[in-house]
């Protein structure tokens, strides 16, 4: 039987295995079939993580992470969790596989995913126009029009991203007020590319096989075609819970409830850090911390629980 299993590979997953390995707990991580490393796989430049003062890529930020870990006895396995059962001394976690893996301890750090808008084409239309990513599909749209969807911090780095190739990048916000910090939403506003269509709601996405406009409602209901080709979608996200939903205590907002400052869900034994656990901040470095904290709670309780 494992001490301590990590479930998320983020910088909350990856940090609680370099402190879990540096305690000598010898963690496993699951890190995701597809999604290893989490959200920063598919960012640039991250300029926010203490340490980098020209900045690092983020997935070089992720792999190194991965390598420290690594470099403590911590090991991988590039599968998805697909079933956890956490009550009880022994925690039972199922991989894609089929494998079933025990273990004392389990730290939950499966972080968030995107919001989706609930459009009848949506769906069919991802991949071919419509996009969560704008570092992964941005340079497909090189000299043409792109709307991105949402007010907040992601809508405006997304957007500005953008510019490198669209000729026109459309915000669309269904109000006129920003969650986005000043900084970020001054440099959108200064960007002779960006245009912002506010107080609009996006009620359908146009096109055979990729994306051909979308339409947008006013305020006072009237409606519009917006010609563009590409439509990515910033509207925040919702904590990876549907594993554990049933088992620990979820809080007002839906993520994992902890005690206090600690990461100690409902139930023994059983940890959460990152943006699972996180309505507010949802900063890499936040997630970070968060997962060293997890680590050292779930080296207290073997400690505690040692016979
Ligand atoms: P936010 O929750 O901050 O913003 C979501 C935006 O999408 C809001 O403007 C919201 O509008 C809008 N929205 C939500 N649902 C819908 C919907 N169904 N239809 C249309 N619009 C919708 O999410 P973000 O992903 O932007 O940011 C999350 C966190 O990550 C924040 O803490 C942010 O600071 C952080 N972040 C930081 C970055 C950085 O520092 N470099 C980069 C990216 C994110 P409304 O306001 O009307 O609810």
Redesign the pocket.
Known sequence: MRDLVIIGSGPAGYTAAIYGARAELKPLVIASSVAMGGDLMTTTE???FPGFPQGVMGPELMMNMQAQAERFGAEMVFDDATKLELAGPVKKITLGNGDVIEAKTVVLAMGSEY?K??LADEARLSGFGVSWCATCDGAFYRNRAVAV?????????EATFLTRFADTVYIV???D?????PA?LARAQADPKIQFITNA??TGVLGGETVAGITLENADGSTRVLDVEGLFI????DPRTSLVADQVDLTAEGNIAVEGRSSQTSLPGVFAAGDIIDP????AIVAAGSGAVAALDAQHFLESNAH
């Open positions: 991250v300029d926010n919001r808008l609930g969807i949402g007010g907040g911090d992601s809508a405006m780095e916000h269904r109000s007020t920003f969650r986005a910090s970020m709601k996006v910033a509207i925040g996200s507010t901040y949802r900063q």
